[in-house]
């Protein structure tokens, strides 16, 4: 190492010592400002920061209004939170594709899709249950992989690729489900799956000892007979519990996390240090088809059918509700937590609706006004953020 170089670092070391002096020996009053502009930009750099003010004001207003209805009694409870599971699930894999910069709206049509690709090789094929589940998730991620395959080859905008598949999805859903059956409801999937190994997986329920022990105890209510009025946990919950906790690691914990935020941030300048921005998209396109698959397969075989028209516009309501999540449409920003707050949002509000007895119309304009206040929030974090560097 030349002299000149060690002049610097010893010059640069020096800088630091006496900049750290200068700070320590500051008064009370700067201490505070300090500490006062990082709280202030500590909470606006929170994506989630909107979203659980939301979930909070939702709380609040249904509890003056519902409180009296059921709505948080444990069935009322188990119910929206089942309804915010179901969408929490497809949030998180559109808020990850999001913040890479991308959009997926095959996603409601990957639903349906998946859903026959179950059902019917199960009722109509003799396959075990286990083996159409298996099934359906390959090439549900197949497909996937195909939309981001697509995407990244040609550099077609994700939106209009998506878009296409959308169409071609759900097309393919109802004319395979006709020629095969000569159905678009396909039932009987439940009496198939009673001694499935994999089945339980996705229609079956934790925790049914507990909540019998509870309700013997008197600490949850029961029928007459002593059955619990909630036997247990879903599925769906849990999936979406453990897809929260996994994703929002990566994303926050991992180098694959990084390779997230750099790809939507800035793909050419995140390609420049070596981020493979190609394999990271085709990956979450991947992951949002599995995301889609799990949807499909916890309702197929909660409810024992399949139908063509499940997921129906449910892409739309992934990517409002990870966008009142914090998620920015531009890319770069977002995250996991605040996608399920956003999901969380809908099943109360959709739920609180119906214990209000408010027609459920009201639910489209509902989510409309989310949508945009929740833009022009995330606009105004942006703006508040950059200002305050």
């Known amino acids: 190492m030349s002299d000149d170089q060690n002049t610097k670092q010893l010059q640069s070391r020096l800088k630091i010592m006496s900049t750290t002096t200068t700070l320590d020996n500051d008064s009370k009053a700067t201490d505070e400002r300090v500490r006062s ?32 209805s059921g709505m948080f009694n444990a069935d009322g409870i188990m119910n929206w939170t089942t309804v915010s599971a179901q969408l929490g699930i ?17 996603i409601g049509s990957m639903i349906g899709f998946a859903g026959m690709m179950i059902a019917i090789p199960a009722t109509y094929w003799g396959w075990p249950v286990w083996l159409s589940i298996l099934f359906a998730f390959t090439g549900a991620m197949a497909i996937g992989a195909l939309i981001g395959y697509t995407v990244v080859r040609t550099g077609l905008p994700s939106f209009i690729v ?7 999805l759900r097309g393919l859903t109802i004319a395979l489900s006709i020629l095969f059956t000569n159905k678009t409801i396909i039932s009987g999937v439940s009496d198939l799956a009673e001694n499935d190994w994999l089945a339980p997986m996705f229609g079956g329920q934790i925790g049914q000892g507990l909540c ?22 879903p599925m769906v919950v849990i999936w979406w519990i453990v897809l929260a906790i996994v994703c929002s690691w990566v994303l926050l914990r991992t180098s694959f996390g990084n390779w997230i935020f750099a790809t939507g941030g800035d793909d050419k300048a995140a390609r420049n240090v070596g981020v493979p921005v190609d394999r990271v998209k085709i990956m979450l396109f991947v992951f949002t088809a599995f995301c889609a698959t799990v949807y499909a397969a916890c309702q197929v075989l909660e409810f024992g059918s399949a139908a063509a028209d499940r997921g129906l516009l449910k892409e739309f309501e992934a990517i409002i509700a990870a966008v009142i999540g914090g998620a920015l449409l531009t890319g770069g920003y977002g995250t996991v937590i605040g996608a399920c707050f956003g999901a969380l949002i809908f099943g109360v509000v959709q739920m609180g609706i119906f214990f209000t007895g408010i027609d459920s119309d009201w639910f489209r304009v509902f989510l409309g006004v989310m949508l945009l206040m929740a833009v022009l929030f995330n606009n105004y974090v942006r703006k508040r953020v950059t200002e305050t560097r």
């Open 162 to 168: 998506s878009l296409a598949f959308l169409f071609i």
């Open 37 to 68: 502009v990082s709280l202030t930009r500590t909470l606006l750099n929170r994506p989630e920061l909107g979203s659980a003010s939301g979930v909070l004001l939702v709380f609040i207003f249904f509890a003056l209004v519902a409180g009296d």
């Open 212 to 233: 019998q022990w509870l309700a013997d105890a008197g600490l949850l209510e029961a029928y007459a007979d002593g059955t619990p009025i909630v036997e247990g946990i």
């Open 90 to 106: 497809i949030a998180i894999g559109a808020c990850l594709l999001m913040i890479a910069g991308e959009f997926d709206l095959s």
